[in-house]
């Protein structure tokens, strides 16, 4: 399974960026999608999470109001639209693939490469 994230780039604050995640295949041990963000010299967090099937959805709270994960399962392709940031929002997004709907990151098998989400002040 691979995973490829883009949408990333600079933004001022207040704007918005959709992030996408494709992912080549399903299986079984990829039946959700998640995105995490790592900022500058801080731990990576748990941002959202999707399954490909049964409307399983998470947020991490602090992500909740702002940010909208969806799923088109035509395109194998995870959504993470991203409004009114914030200059904290400033990190490498990154999408992965667990079994289920997780928020720890030890349950995702599969990671993506990673996409820059810049928000300026």
């Known amino acids: 399974v691979q995973l490829q994230a883009s949408g990333g780039g600079l933004v001022q604050a207040g704007g918005s960026l959709r992030l996408s995640c494709v992912q080549s295949?399903?299986?079984?041990?990829?039946?959700?999608i998640g995105w995490f963000r790592q900022a500058p010299g801080k731990e990576r967090e748990f941002v959202a999470a999707i399954t490909w099937s049964g409307g399983g959805i998470d947020y991490a709270d602090s992500m909740k109001g702002r940010f909208t994960i969806s799923r088109d399962n035509a395109k194998n392709t995870v959504y993470l639209q991203m409004n009114n940031l914030k200059p904290e929002d400033t990190a490498v997004y990154h999408c992965?693939?667990?079994?289920?709907?997780?928020?720890?990151?030890?349950?995702?098998?599969?990671w993506g490469q990673g996409t820059l989400v810049t928000v300026s002040s």
């Open positions: 295949r399903r299986t079984a041990s990829s039946a959700a």
């Open positions: 992965a693939a667990a079994s289920g709907l997780y928020y720890v990151e030890r349950a995702y098998n599969y």
